[in-house]
């Protein structure tokens, strides 16, 4: 067990009362419910989500924190992060008086490791990514890049692949939840609620990091058929790995004011699904889905045919199935629309906006991230940002579009956090223009 300070346990107590105070505003009740329509695919004016991720560094500077212990740190950035986003972001995610405690768990590898060559290993920053998942990143120093080996040289590698096997660290899961009921029980809701974002979804980033982007191409060209078994592969391994989080309990449910996916709030009233036993969660319990950001430029046939029929069982593995990330998605959705319980695309910034809307239309949440550029070079230029929402939404409103509007994939704000608040008051502008 940690030995928390005086001083630590003060802080703790004191930023957790005010998180409770925030969550019991009235005005929570009606966030909750317009992302609860949002998600149901109900008529609801666009909602409108700032997530600083790499840019917290500089929204709450780590020499601010009063906390040493480094696992205390993250909690007490957790606690700062959701009062900062009602406090000073003000857009329309709500807050809940909960505090979210994960399991601790990782799989090993796919029988192969990716080397990496980091120019400065040692120089690392994490940013948490969401005040009630847990998800944080870590990131090299100076935002620089590292250069990745991967380890299959050969087709004939495919036959060294191995099934990654989980694992959880039930002893210290224990203490976590254990110290986090110490600190606080009174004034915040403790329980069980972990992400395993990391370890799923990311299949098409599994088969780059094993074989390499280049070289997959040339074998998507060269011999389609081996792509397929080798995605087949590593299905099999991402829905194994579903299998034994399910088996062991160490699911839960994402359907409150969670991040999902790759950005989005998971409040919902369909979720968990009929036949919950109030206990343990099924995969039918969860949002969930996969990304396909590391293949962006083949073609739509080569998608439809090759990837898809080994993405599509793990989204429909779940309850709410999402798809997407950085990806421009505009050519793939006719094949994306066939998922069976499909319900958000993320639509990047690289997407074309006037497509999209005509092909989504309502049959999934319009989940759009604008270029996070606009207020991250040197002069914050407020037209442009206006222009171009207003743009995204003349589009969503003509063709009926549910959606949602985040700024995201953030790195630096120029160290002006008031620019998060400013694109949050200007998208809102924008909205209400449009939807007037």
Not at 154 to 181: F, I, K, N
Not at 300 to 316: N, Q, S
Not at 320 to 348: F, Q
């Amino acid at each position: 067990m940690i030995a928390v300070t005086r001083m630590e346990r003060a802080c703790l107590r004191r930023l957790a009362g005010r998180v409770a105070e925030i969550a019991a505003l009235p005005e929570q009740a009606a966030k909750r419910r317009d992302i609860i329509a949002l998600n149901r695919l109900d008529p609801v004016l666009p909602r409108i989500y700032c997530f600083p991720e790499g840019a917290w560094l500089e929204c709450i500077p780590p020499e601010t924190l009063e906390c040493r212990d480094p696992l205390l740190r993250g909690w007490e950035t957790r606690l700062r992060m959701a009062i900062f986003t009602h406090d000073f972001l003000r857009d329309d995610q709500p807050a809940d008086p909960v505090f979210n405690v994960p399991w601790h768990g990782w799989t090993d590898d796919w029988g192969m490791t990716t080397g990496v060559t980091d120019p400065n290993p040692d120089a690392r920053r994490t940013y948490y990514l969401h005040a009630y998942s847990n998800l944080s990143l870590s990131s090299h120093s100076g935002l620089g890049a590292v250069h990745y080996d991967p380890p299959m040289k050969s087709r004939r590698d495919l036959d060294r692949l191995r099934t990654p096997q989980l694992h959880v660290d039930t002893g210290t899961s224990a203490a976590w939840l254990e110290l986090a009921h110490e600190l606080f029980d009174g004034l915040l809701d403790v329980r069980r609620r972990g992400h395993w974002w990391q370890l799923l979804g990311g299949l098409c980033q599994t088969a780059t990091m094993l074989r390499g982007i280049d070289t997959l191409m040339i074998d998507l060209m060269e011999d389609p058929a081996w792509v397929g078994e080798f995605l087949a592969r590593l299905a099999a391994g991402h829905l194994h790995t579903l299998d034994q989080l399910e088996a062991g309990g160490y699911l839960s449910l994402n359907n409150g004011c969670e991040w999902i996916h790759t950005g989005g709030i998971g409040c919902s009233d369909e979720l968990p699904a009929p036949g919950f036993d109030g206990r343990h969660v099924r995969c039918r319990d969860l949002w969930g889905g996969v990304e396909t950001q590391d293949i962006t430029g083949i073609s739509p046939a080569a998608f439809e045919t090759v990837f898809l029929p080994h993405l599509r069982p793990i989204v429909e593995r779940f309850g709410l199935g999402c798809y997407g990330c950085c990806e421009p998605l505009h050519d793939w959705l006719p094949a994306l629309k066939t998922i069976r319980n499909l319900r958000r695309v993320s639509i990047s910034p690289w997407a074309d906006i006037a497509r999209c809307a005509q092909r989504l239309g309502r049959a999934a949440v319009f989940s759009c991230k604008p270029l996070p550029t606009d207020v991250c070079t040197g002069r914050l230029d407020e037209a442009a940002i206006h222009e171009r929402l207003t743009g995204i939404f003349t589009h969503t409103r003509r063709h009926d579009c549910r959606v949602e509007v985040m700024l995201k994939d953030l790195h630096t704000v120029c160290h002006q956090p008031r620019r998060l608040q400013r694109w949050v008051e200007l998208a809102r502008q924008a909205r209400d223009q449009v939807y007037a």
